[in-house]
């Protein structure tokens, strides 16, 4: 399935897609949210999706402000629950297109559950969990995801505890549609998000995204650019990752160590919530 | 072809029943027009969520049941935003962990209905037993200055009566409303007879009709803003921040903020008229009044008729709106009595505002009975007469 990617230019996405009186935006200098949020606009403009029908839904954190920016219905909701206010939508009402954005704390700390629940039940959205490693609205916590050493306000000896896998668990779950991106260069992305809309279930599209402000300058990542190609550097493609563990050389296999895999992990069918209980529902009414 | 009040009625089944409170709230609910409920299973309020799940797919309406209460309130939420009447129900520990978001509701005044059948606390307490110690909570749990509406019916037949007020109110006033029952009256069987449609009100929430005026959260005159669902094209932006009147984050106004709390607060102090409810008994001509709510009202009724037959000039004032507090109510008993008996099934939670609105002008005892047991006719009558030889 090939996406035709007509890429609007950031004036045109603009005018067409976002609330004018919301400019600027909160985000910080080198942050990629601004990132996230034009290839989440691309993803639409190339599905087409009528943003009349379309709700945005998101907790708390920097991720989370992404609603306010799209000229659509959009439910900014409290700090994890992102995903429990989608599936009321979604329940009450399957016409609806939901998009999630969250993030790692909001999404897979205090939102793990949820997660995990959603997941289970293969309720019809796209999630846009953006992972920045760490909580960077209240500069700089230890978060689920923060890596291995990894320095934060909280950690301030270093981080002990393992991170958390996301895409492992949501494909561990079933989650139709896995993937995971930086948010350093869009084609992946845009094309990744547009699968995850059209695709019938729970997509969640994994966005690495550099926060240089709160988690970058305590960990040696301070400059913008230094940043961004640390990203580049420290991500493998599935395939390449796959084929250097089981061919590789043991410098190449330890070569991966502190990298992350990236890439599409999961693409399956599976029947959803919405569809099922639309099935009882031809069964059992009066 | 039939309706979907026709599908209602056939979903209930006969008009009269012998069923639980908890059957009523959920009878209630779908007579209110409600079509989505998700919760949590949770003693002594499972019931509520059974009848629900039977019920809702049978008109073609949806039961989602939840991870957690908190999930519970957010699911809730998010469906009344698409247009959906929609309720939740839980006891205590399932009421605490719904605060935050049940804030969010006031603060997005999403409608939605939520049944508490109470259960004594702190903690896992007595699950299986009634209680009534949850009725502060009910008014300061959520964090932050708000108002909330209460109704706290006392039996069967009330608890589907005030289920559909609640929604009526919710959805009139673009707020959360809380139906307070008890483990005692949510599994007590009493003969119910289910309304017609022409034996009650049925309110929908104010609509917003015009796109290019729209302003998502600037109100009408009765302080209430006309509601566009989600899908219907007048693209809201909904936030727990404060927000200006076209919905949008401003949460480092004073003055926006100011102007938001206090309106959210007074569009239900405004209209008191609509929300207050009571019974009275020997109003006039009453020395020392009882004044009780819920299931421990209903022992009342008699204690005071016994009261009457032993001289004692005793009345009655039956609470069944307790938040927004009725303090008018209050304070005209206490020009005309000596003394208020305030039995609860708490350590003494509603004799607080209670003594508030009397504002020394009568003696406030207070009744506290725990653990379970409804209070005794015996120990209210001789509560009463102890009270006969107080000084005023």
């Known amino acids: 399935m090939a996406t035709g990617l007509k890429i609007k230019t950031a004036a045109e996405l603009r005018t067409s897609y976002l609330r004018q009186e919301m400019f600027p935006t909160i985000f910080c200098d080198g942050c990629g949210l601004g990132n996230v949020l034009n290839y989440t606009l691309w993803a639409i403009d190339d599905v087409g999706l009528d943003l009349d029908r379309t709700v945005f839904v998101s907790g708390i954190g920097c991720s989370s402000r992404l609603p306010g920016y799209i000229d659509a219905d959009g439910l900014h909701t409290t700090h994890g629950r992102a995903l429990a206010f989608a599936s009321g939508i979604r329940a009450a009402n399957p016409e609806l297109t939901v998009i999630v954005f969250t993030g790692d704390g909001d999404g897979a700390g205090i939102g793990g559950n949820h997660l995990l629940h959603t997941i289970r039940r293969n309720m019809d959205m796209t999630v846009i969990l953006v992972n920045n490693f760490t909580y960077g609205m209240t500069g700089g916590q230890a978060a689920p995801t923060t890596p291995d050493g990894g320095f934060s306000s909280t950690t301030p000896y270093g981080n002990i505890e393992h991170p958390l896998d996301i895409c492992e668990l949501a494909k561990a779950l079933g989650a139709p549609y896995v993937a995971r991106w930086p948010v350093v260069s869009p084609a992946q992305p845009v094309k990744s998000i547009a699968e995850g809309i059209r695709k019938r279930g729970f997509a969640l599209i994994e966005m690495l995204t550099p926060c240089p402000t709160a988690y970058g300058r305590r960990n040696g990542l301070k400059e913008i650019e230094q940043i961004w190609r640390w990203y580049r550097e420290h991500t493998v493609l599935l395939d390449e990752w796959e084929w250097v563990e089981q061919f590789g050389s043991p410098e190449e296999r330890e070569s991966l160590r502190g990298k992350m895999k990236i890439g599409v992990f999961q693409d399956i069918e599976r029947e959803t919530f919405e569809e099922r209980w639309a099935a009882l529902v031809a069964r059992e009414k009066l | ?392």
């Open chain 2, 1 to 392: 072809m039939s309706t979907h009040r026709e599908l209602i009625r056939r979903a209930l089944g006969p008009r009269v029943q012998f069923v639980q409170g908890d059957d009523a709230c959920a009878y209630g609910a779908v007579l209110a027009g409600c079509t989505f409920f998700a919760g949590y299973p949770i003693t002594p309020a499972t019931e509520v969520a059974e009848r629900m799940a039977e019920i809702l797919p049978r008109i073609g309406g949806c039961y989602i049941q939840m991870e957690d209460e908190i999930a519970s309130m957010g699911a809730l939420i998010g469906a009344s935003w698409t247009g959906a009447k929609v309720m939740t129900s839980t006891s205590g520990p399932g009421f605490s962990l719904m605060q935050e978001n049940l804030g969010y509701a006031i603060m997005t005044e999403t409608p939605c209905v939520v049944v508490n059948v109470q259960r004594s606390g702190p903690s896992t307490g007595q699950p299986t037993m009634g209680g009534y110690g949850d009725m502060m909570q009910a008014r300061w749990g959520t964090h932050g200055d708000h108002e909330i509406i209460m109704l706290c019916p006392a039996s069967v037949q009330e608890a589907l009566e005030m289920t559909i007020v609640a929604f009526n109110l919710s959805e009139r006033l673009r707020t959360p409303v809380l139906v307070f029952i008890d483990g005692e009256l949510g599994h007590m069987r009493e003969r119910l007879v289910i309304p017609n449609d022409d034996e009650f009100e049925l309110v929908e929430r104010p609509r917003a009709t015009d796109r290019a005026t729209y302003r998502p959260f600037a109100p009408g005159p009765d302080l209430v803003p006309p509601f566009a669902p989600f899908g219907s094209g007048f693209r809201t932006f909904v936030t727990g921040l404060t927000h200006n009147e076209d919905g949008l984050p401003r949460a480092s106004s004073a003055a926006i903020h100011d102007q938001l709390v206090r309106r959210l607060a007074a569009k239900i102090t405004n209209h008191l008229d609509l929300i207050t409810r009571y019974e009275e008994f020997y109003a006039d001509d009453c020395e020392i009044a009882i004044v009780a709510y819920g299931i421990t009202a209903r022992t009342c009724r008699d204690v005071v008729e016994e009261a009457r037959r032993r001289g004692i000039k005793a009345g009655l004032l039956r609470l069944i709106s307790i938040w927004p507090f009725p303090e008018h109510i209050v304070a005209r008993w206490a020009e005309r009595v000596r003394a208020m008996l305030v039995p609860e099934m708490n350590l003494g939670q509603i004799v607080h505002p209670i003594r508030e609105a009397v504002a020394g002008r009568c003696v406030v005892a207070p009744y506290a009975r725990i653990g379970g047991e409804l209070h005794s006719p015996a120990e209210l009558l001789e509560a009463l007469e102890g009270l006969q030889w107080q000084p005023a």
